[in-house]
Structure formats: C-alpha cells, structure tokens
C-alpha cells in the first residue's frame, strides 16, 4: 500500500492544491468566486464534440428531471446542472488556469478542465459550483479497492500539511478527510473539506471525488455554501446525476 498512498499524496497535492487556487482566483479575475449517490435519475442528453463547455440541449421530456442541464464532457462522462446555472465559457477557464499555472511553475501535470460552473454570476448570491476535469490515471479502481484506512489517513496528513506550506491554498476550517467511496458504480476516492469562502464570513463545504477511468482518471469536486438548504439540495442532485458511460 505504500506506493498507492505516494501515488494518491503526489496526485492530491498537484491537483487539489492548484485546483483550489482555480477556485479563488476566479473571483477577483472573473467578479465571481470559482472551486455516493443510490438513486438515479433521468435527464436531458447532450452530444460531446470538443473539449470545451457543451451547450444546452433544450429538447426535454417529461419523463426528464425538470430545470436540469446535462453536459457530456468527454471519456464517457457526463452530468446535470439547474439551467439558470452560470457555465463558464473556456476563454474564462483558461485564464484562471493561466494563473494557477503562475502560481505552481513546478507543477508539470497535464490537466484538462471541460466543465466548470456556478449557481450565479453574483458573488455575493453564488451558493455552489461544480468542476469536472481530466487528467492522466495514476492509479486504478483495483488500488481504491485495496487501500486501507491507514493509507486513506496517511493520504489527507501529507495533503493537509501540503496546503498549510503553501500560502496560495485554501484557507482550511478542518482538516480534510479522505475516504474510499462508490460514485454510481464507479469507485472514487473522495476528499473532503471546509474551506474559508471569498465572501467575508462564509464557509465552503467542498467534495472533490477523483475516478479511475479506462485511459483518464476524473476529477470531479462539487462545492457548497454552508448554510444553504437549496445548495444542498442542488449538489445532491448534481453528484446523483453523474454517469460514466
């Protein structure tokens, strides 16, 4: 288990770290603050045809979950966000990718970002956010299969003493935690953590699921406003719509 738990340290740190600048550097870039479900349900299709944020399908049935988006973004993975969601267009996702890349010179991982979304251009109204990006596999469904709880606790220490030597990474509540878990028949290991949020006195409650695929491994992390019903709600259903195909 030792070199899964140095694969999964190295992944986390590189990928988590510049992700959560991702997140906070988009407020002051952009005006606006960008970072196991059991049931399923149905919504409306998309076609994947490039890398890039996939637009709207407007054709929905009734039998489809109503107000929802689904987005097919490429390695057979697709989701669903509301439809008044803000999707950002690729020019705004790469400079907040250009920033991180400043800010991370040493970071030589090769990361693509297809999706990234936020409940409202507002920041002062912005509740949650969703990211999907794609990356090279280090690790497969067999090693989270295998990985015991030791390795999982050694795993969230090095990530944790990681952030706390970086002043770019988020301003942590707790410690992050991290454990093994089915995504809808997939298995991801899941990290999660409370951050500080950009807007002065918020917290966020962020999951960031990364799943082996057949060539790509998905880094999936859904966030949320503490203290909001709705966002709740809205990321229950967003991480429950998640499908691999």
């Not at 989701?79 to 008044?84: C, D, H, K, M, Y």
């Not at 020019?91 to 409940?119: C, G, I, L, M």
């Not at 999660?192 to 006195?201: I, L």
Request: some cysteine; overall charge negative.
């Amino acid at each position: 288990m030792k070199a899964i738990k140095s694969i999964f340290v190295t992944i986390l740190i590189l990928v988590v770290v510049k992700g959560c600048f991702y997140v906070t550097s988009s407020m002051s870039r952009m005006n606006a603050e960008s970072s196991t479900a059991s049931d399923v349900r149905n919504y409306p299709e998309t076609s994947d045809t490039d890398a890039s944020v996939i637009p709207a399908d407007t054709s929905a049935s009734s039998s489809e979950q109503k107000g929802y988006q689904r987005h097919a973004l490429g390695n057979g993975v697709s989701l669903a966000v509301p439809e008044t969601w803000y999707v950002l267009p690729g020019p705004e996702v790469a400079v907040v990718r250009a920033a991180a890349d400043q800010a991370y010179p040493d970071d030589n991982s090769s990361k693509e970002t297809p999706f990234a979304a936020n409940s409202s251009q507002d920041p002062q109204s912005h509740e949650a956010q969703a990211r999907v990006s794609f990356m090279a596999k280090e690790f497969d469904q067999a090693d989270l299969q295998s990985a015991s709880a030791s390795d999982l606790n050694g795993v969230c220490d090095e990530l944790y003493n990681g952030w706390m030597q970086n002043p770019a990474s988020p301003r942590l509540i707790d410690r992050p935690q991290c454990s093994v878990t089915n995504l809808n028949g997939k298995t991801a290991l899941l990290t999660h953590y409370t951050r500080a949020g950009n807007v002065p006195g918020t917290t966020w409650t962020v999951r960031m699921m990364q799943v082996p695929l057949e060539s790509k491994m998905a880094l999936i992390t859904l966030s949320q406003r503490d203290g909001s019903a709705k966002a709740d709600q809205v990321i229950t259903e967003i991480m429950a719509s998640v499908r691999f195909d």
